[in-house]
């Protein structure tokens, strides 16, 4: 098992940049598929983006795609989501999650270990 704990959110004018990162627990953070997902008070959690075990391969949603870079540093036990250029619409609490496998994937429910999120917040 891992545990997550996802830090860097706060509040941000549209148009500005933030960056996530979410330190996890353990010796085994490189056997697992790393993930960004987020939800909107009264929306469902949606997926953001998604990073293979070594880093080679990532997966976004279009909604941050050319926005947004998921990247991951193994020695550090440590996942990134660099987010740019803003919207209001990316207002949400932010949750990364951890999928022991080979195979990305922007289901949810095949991620086994979540962190407890962390604000973001974009002003218009």
């Known amino acids: 098992q891992v545990q997550l704990v996802e830090s860097g959110g706060g509040l941000v004018q549209a148009g500005g940049s933030l960056r996530l990162s979410c330190a996890a627990s353990g010796r085994t953070f490189s056997t697992y598929v790393m993930g960004w997902f987020r939800q909107a008070p009264g929306k469902e959690r949606e997926f953001v983006a998604a990073?293979?075990?070594?880093?080679?391969?990532?997966y976004y949603a279009d909604s941050v795609k050319g926005r947004f870079t998921i990247s991951r540093d193994n020695a550090k036990n440590t996942v990134y989501l660099q987010m740019n250029s803003l919207k209001p619409e990316d207002t949400a609490v932010y949750y990364c999650?951890?999928?022991?496998?080979?195979?990305?994937?922007?289901?949810?429910?095949?991620?086994?270990?979540w962190g407890q999120g962390t604000q973001v917040t974009v002003s218009s």
């Open positions: 990073i293979t075990r070594s880093g080679a391969m990532t």
């Open positions: 999650a951890a999928r022991y496998g080979v195979s990305i994937t922007s289901t949810p429910d095949e991620y086994s270990n």
